[in-house]
């Protein structure tokens, strides 16, 4: 009996030092955890276009990222999936012409909602623009700003309709004329 | 959905960027001329060919952006524009800092398109703890209040970006007003700000949730999709208080689902997806684990699953599927012919993901050609990351469903020549195990390694082979062992293909040590072999010490074949051998030499630094060590020291001359330890250690030929002969899914699920085992008893002594070894004694230093003292002026060899202090001592995180004091840092203490007007009721035992009512009304900190269950 409880007691010891050190340190982070990243356009070149970081990154590690971030979409065919698992997440991408839109998401966003996103973006931008380019969204970097903060805002996706996306822009843009 | 790609690439032509951007088609609103200072950069971007050019025009740029903003002729529509050139420079990388505050001015003066441009240029450049952000502050109560509808719904925006926390109540009330607004959008947008609130600040918004509801029942869908965010936030942290509102999701995902809302929320004729995925997920929540709440959605989820468009090409239809399959296997069955189609898709994350879901419906009767599936996969994989989980995966598999034993040694052969070194190492250790201990059936085990044997026999057959590391060492262990079982086969010969391999260039040391322990093993049940004969001769005179050490051993061995066969029994390798980690079998060995004159026992670091200081011109200590020094060189110690001795690996040169008698008593101990059902644990620390990274075999390696299955290799032929393309893909469903679903139509084997668990382990310890335990026990006791007969009474007499030896502070330099043996003593008497705690902890320490012996038996002289060393008991207390105080026991925080680290919490009245000790247990100093906390959220320590020592003398103990405070309120936290040390190699030794809220409370004096003064003035309050034991008695009790143990004091008390008050460090009130009241007693505090009346009431809550 004694050899037994002994037994268990050292297998007890062995699984005890698997488990992971504490959990209490993720409950504190995980509010701030956002489920969308970042939203980087980039075109085939590796040149920014557009970004957007919902968690602070510094400015150095951003250029960094980017350029890792353009090479991971290259590296893929047309034929392989648009999700990327990419270190501690993951990243949905399309391409557009030369363009690629790339978002940057956490375990529990859900791949295929941000990649619908991306596509809806895209019909917003084409309804703004009539026939968006990559100069119109260089040319009006903060409009497109503007449409991309009422569709994503704090990493959460907050609006799809196309509407009421744009009816704060229209204003915008109304007042300014006159 | 899929085919909106094709469709929106074709919309887009002028995407190319070839056109003039002056009149592009359709000429949208609100264009940049190409001319202005915008348009300028914009073009120079697109002409730039090199990093160095974008550094150049950036450098420009900034230079006159610079000038431009802070000259005060700047017009606020120049200003605009400089802001979209800025934000520019920082996409690109370069940080312009130099704009932030114009950013910040823009956003307060600028009309509206201005001040949006200001508001988006401070959400990119500033970051939540930005100081600059407090400058934004007041623009945004501005804009809150303004009569235009454009500027709020500005301010609101930003504020769900960005916002100080500690601002948040300047602008709450004026945002809780705007959800009764009559514009949609407003209330949408307050939502969203009330959402970031709750995200940076849960507590300020605890009192406004009763408004959440409402945005919840808005007639609005924005707003009611808004407060969705809130809703998931909140029912993550606690489902349970959410459940009443199940209903409400569940009508409003019907209502979404059945086309209910406008018709401008579809996306591409779904209706609003992305909020069906948002209530989804919400659901998903509430029902998790709650049968009678997921009755309620059952309805409206398969309505959304019958009008969802499931796309099954993508990994997200698999994923989907994958978790569906968790809960129900039949549902894969439906969608078999899309997985089988994933299976050969180019791309390999999808093939994984398919792996993956196969994986989870494996049973008994699909297992060989998932199996096979997965192997295919794994010899094209190159990605390490893959080949560790996949052959994780096939392994248990294998363990857990193998059809066959062939199958099962061959699948196992597989994932070990392609896992080769990168593979888990429990997947070969667990493999061993499994043959070690056999299942319930003899014969059954008996035929698995047998199988197993000759497989191994014919993979070294071939001449030119290469096989990973851990392949050979399972191999030769197996070999070793098992090797009787072929009763037709030659020992010879496999001693022969062992003895190649030992001189294969690719085969590592410690490969080889595996090698020669199988080949002991087996010529144990050989009379003679020339095979082994030529091998000692051969590795007699290798320059590899260890490989030298086990020639020696072996051919020891050979020569008294009595003792080989008790030392190497039979299919042993499950019993448990105790092991006298700490020799005291040589007590009277030790004490015969002693008494003759010879010196004591010196560990080898020891050794080192005297003869360093020998060799030093100036001898700093002149007495103490060259007297010791003197006494080492008579020669003894080195060759005849009983650690020595078993050390093999550590000996220069004189291994060779070992006496025979000693060797025999010793090797005892060193080569059981190997081969112990243990025996291959001990070498994994040794893996782990090197990680050989060396590359997995070629794919096309001899042995995979081999893993080809019967039932694939038959329905391949079937297929063959139909030589249809569909077909073949319906029999790999058939044989896949096989199993799944009783009553599948598809399933051509579909008989009743018999899941063969062949390999299932069995629980380890029997009853035989105990008693062979006792003998083996009695076997290492016996044997060096019996070869040195004087032992027995030294032994006691050593014991009588402990306590004198154990409080010695400064003599260490008598004799270590006398009291290692003294320190195993104790176990030993105890067991005589009986069963008692302290057996159980000796049994427990001895059979842990089993585990890891292999430290102590190959590589490494100063183990075996060290561990003595640190017994060593060195005196602490704490300083004078603190000794005064109320403070904790001492404690061992951590230890290692020659170091150990004390600590000692002092309460003082202002402060905690934590009082660390560094105790230099050895006879050298210690240099370069460095302690170092981790920073954390929790706690603050005051002046610096570090602490240095220079010198640590031998024998003596330094101290360093650090206030500690608590920086975050909580109930407990940990405080975890290290220490290094440098002695011949640089050493690291990490420890952890826990600091609990108590360490940081100190009783308030104050008075009873004050109290209620104060009582008036704090807003945070925390009420609750306790029960109290009868024992508690009454209030007054009650009241002390939380004086005691959380240091409050007490102000009075009145009847059945009291109060008390304490501070926490530095100077943070809380206040604490009691009252009881029939067995319940009534806490309500109040502090002006939120957290601190909950974490204290926590204490309280401890405090009352203890007492």
């Known amino acids: 009996m004694v050899l037994d409880s002994l037994e268990d007691s050292i297998q007890m010891q062995k699984y005890s030092s698997r488990l992971p050190a504490s959990s209490n340190k993720e409950t504190i982070s995980e509010p701030n955890r956002k489920m969308i990243k970042f939203f980087l356009m980039v075109n085939k070149q590796g040149q920014t276009r557009l970004s957007r970081y919902y968690e602070h990154v510094e400015i150095h590690k951003r250029t960094m990222l980017e350029a890792e971030v353009i090479k991971n979409c290259l590296s893929r065919s047309r034929e392989q999936c648009s999700f990327i698992e990419y270190k501690d997440f993951k990243l949905v991408y399309r391409q557009y012409a030369a363009l690629f839109i790339v978002v940057g998401i956490n375990e529990t966003e859900n791949e295929m909602a941000v990649y619908e996103l991306i596509h809806n973006f895209v019909e917003v931008l084409d309804r703004y623009f009539s026939r968006v380019s990559e100069l119109d969204i260089m040319f009006n970097l903060d409009r497109v700003h503007i449409i991309l903060d009422e569709m994503v805002l704090n990493g959460c996706i907050v609006e799809t309709n196309k509407n009421r996306i744009l009816a704060p822009l229209f204003v915008l843009d109304k007042m300014a004329e006159s | 959905m899929s085919d909106v790609v094709e469709r929106t690439l074709s919309a887009l032509p002028g995407l190319l960027g070839q056109h003039d951007p002056g009149a592009g088609p359709g000429g949208g609103p609100g264009r940049v001329s190409a001319t202005s200072r915008l348009g300028g950069l914009i073009r120079s971007i697109t002409a730039l060919s090199s990093k160095h050019e974008e550094e150049k025009l950036i450098q420009q740029e900034q230079t006159n952006l610079k000038a431009t903003v802070s000259a005060p002729t700047t017009t606020l529509r120049l200003m605009k524009e400089c802001m979209v050139r800025l934000i520019y420079c920082e996409m690109l990388g370069y940080e312009s800092s130099f704009g932030y505050i114009h950013a910040i001015k823009l956003a307060q003066q600028g009309n509206l398109l201005e001040k949006r441009v200001g508001y988006l240029a401070v959400s990119l450049f500033l970051h939540e703890n930005h100081e600059l952000l407090l400058l934004l502050v007041n623009t945004v109560v501005k804009d809150l209040q303004s009569t235009n509808l454009v500027e709020v719904c500005m301010a609101l925006t930003v504020v769900s970006q960005i916002f100080p926390r500690e601002m948040i109540p300047a602008v709450l009330p004026l945002i809780e007003d705007k959800l009764q607004h009559s514009k949609e959008i407003i209330r949408r947008k307050a939502v969203q700000a009330l959402y970031k609130f709750y995200l940076i600040a849960p507590n ?58 406008p018709i401008d929320f579809n996306y591409h004729s779904v209706p609003a997806p992305w909020l069906q995925i948002q209530l989804l997920r919400i659901l998903g929540l509430l029902g ?44 894969a069955l439906q969608h078999q012919m899309t997985i089988i189609e994933c299976l050969d898709h180019p791309d390999p994350i999808i093939k994984r993901e398919t792996l993956e879901l196969l994986y989870r419906i494996t049973n008994g009767q699909n297992v060989t050609v998932i199996v096979q599936k997965m192997l295919d996969y794994l010899r ?15 392994a248990e598999l294998a363990e857990k469903y193998a059809p066959d034993n062939e199958w099962f040694i061959q699948t196992m052969n597989a994932v070990f020549s392609v896992g080769g070194d990168v593979m888990h190492p429990d997947i070969p250790n667990n493999f061993l195990r499994l043959l070690a201990e056999g299942f319930d ?36 262990w197996v070999l070793g062992e098992y090797s009787y079982l072929i009763n037709d086969g030659d020992p010879e010969v496999i001693i022969t293909r062992l003895h190649r391999l030992l001189k294969q260039t690719f085969v590592t040391s410690e490969t080889k040590a595996w090698i020669m322990t199988a080949i002991t093993k087996m010529s144990s049940r050989m009379s003679c072999s020339k095979t082994v004969d030529k091998l000692i001769q051969e590795f007699s005179t290798s320059l590899d010490t260890c490989m030298r050490q086990y020639a020696f051993e072996l051919k020891h061995l050979c020569e008294n074949k009595e003792l080989m066969k008790k030392l190497l029994p039979l299919d042993a390798s499950c019993d448990e051998i105790m092991v006298d980690a700490s020799l005291s079998f040589l007590d009277g060995f030790v004490a015969e030499g002693l008494s003759s004159g010879a010196a004591p026992y010196k560990p080898h670091h020891q050794r080192q630094e005297e003869k360093l200081s020998q060799e030093k011109a100036l001898n700093f200590e002149p007495y103490g060590l060259s007297f010791t020094s003197s006494m080492s060189s008579s020669g003894f110690t080195g060759r005849q020291s009983p650690a020595g001795l078993s050390l093999g690996s550590d000996m220069s040169g004189n291994s060779a001359e070992i006496g025979q008698k000693e060797t025999n008593c010793l090797k005892l101990d060193g080569v059981r330890k190997l081969w112990g059902k243990e025996g291959y644990l001990p070498k994994k620390e040794n893996k782990t250690g090197k990680e050989d990274k060396t590359q997995p075999v070629p794919p096309d390696s001899i042995l995979m030929g081999h893993v080809v299955d019967p039932p694939l290799m038959q329905s391949e032929q079937q297929v063959v002969s139909l030589s249809e393309e569909e077909k073949e893909k319906q029999q790999l469903a058939s044989t896949l899914f096989v199993g799944l679903g009783s009553n599948s139509a598809i399933s051509l084997m579909g008989r009743a699920d018999t899941i063969t668990q062949k390999l299932k382990k069995k629980s380890k310890i029997s009853e035989t085992q105990n008693s062979e ?114 403070h904790s026991e001492i404690v061992e925080l951590c230890s290692r060899d020659i170091l150990t680290v004390y600590s000692c919490k002092v309460w003082t009245d202002d402060c905690s202090l934590l009082v660390l000790f560094v105790a230099n247990n050895s006879t050298s100093p210690l240099k370069t001592v460095n302690l170092v906390f981790e920073s954390t959220e929790h706690f603050k320590i005051f002046e610096s995180l570090s602490c240095h020592f220079p010198v640590i003398e031998a024998q003596s103990i330094e101290s360093c004091q650090k206030c500690v405070q608590l920086e975050k309120v909580c109930t407990e936290g940990i405080l975890s840092g290290s220490i290094s040390y440098h002695l011949e190699t640089d050493t690291h030794l990490e420890f952890s203490l826990t600091f609990s809220l108590s360490d940081f409370i100190r009783p308030m004096k104050i008075t009873t007007e004050d109290f209620g003064r104060l009582w008036l003035s704090f807003s945070n309050d925390v009420k609750q009721n306790l029960k109290m034991s009868p024992s508690q008695g009454s209030l007054s009790i009650a009241l002390n035992a939380l004086k005691q143990k959380l240091k409050l004091h007490i102000v009075e008390i009145i009847g059945n009512e009291g109060i008390a008050a304490c501070r926490l460090l530095p100077s943070i009130p809380c206040l604490l009304h009691c009252r009881t009241h029939a067995r319940t007693l009534a806490l309500w505090f109040r502090s002006s900190c939120s957290a601190l009346p909950d974490s204290l009431l926590y204490q309280c809550q401890k405090v009352m269950e203890e007492s």
């Open chain 2, 204 to 261: 300020q918004v605890q009192h406004i949730h009763d408004k959440f509801r409402k945005a919840l029942c808005d007639r609005d869908v924005g707003v009611m999709a808004a407060s969705l965010h809130i809703y998931l936030q909140m029912i993550k942290k606690n489902a349970s208080g959410y459940k009443d509102l199940t209903e409400s999701f569940v009508t409003i995902l019907k209502q979404v689902v059945g086309g209910k809302l």
């Open chain 2, 288 to 331: 998790k684990d709650d049968p009678r709440t997921s009755e309620l959605m059952y309805d409206v989820l398969d309505e959304s699953l019958r009008r969802a468009e499931i796309n099954h090409n993508i990994t997200y239809g698999l994923k989907a599927l994958t978790y569906v399959i968790q809960q129900d296997p039949n549902l």
């Open chain 2, 380 to 394: 094209q994989s190159k990605e390490e990351y893959t080949i560790i989980n996949l052959t994780g995966k096939i």
């Open chain 2, 441 to 476: 059936d003899e014969k059954e085990d008996e035929q698995l390694r047998l199988y197993a044997v000759q497989s191994y026999l014919s993979l070294l057959e071939e001449e030119d082979a290469f096989y990973p590391q851990k392949f050979l060492q399972v191999m030769s």
């Open chain 2, 773 to 886: 335990e006792a003998y083996s026990f009695q076997n290492t006791a016996t044997l060096p008893f019996s070869s040195l007969p004087d032992t027995a009474p030294n032994n006691k007499e050593n014991f009588q002594g402990n306590e004198h030896l154990g409080l010695r502070k400064v003599s260490l330099s008598s004799s270590e070894v006398l009291e290692a043996s003294v320190s195993f003593d104790t176990s030993q008497s105890l067991t005589e004694a009986g069963l008692d705690e302290k057996l159980s902890n000796c049994r427990l320490s001895t059979s842990s230093l089993f585990a890891d012996s292999n430290i102590e038996v190959f590589q490494p002289p100063q183990n075996v003292p060290d561990i003595v060393a640190s017994k060593a008991p060195l005196s602490l207390c704490l300083p004078e002026e603190l000794a005064g105080h109320p």
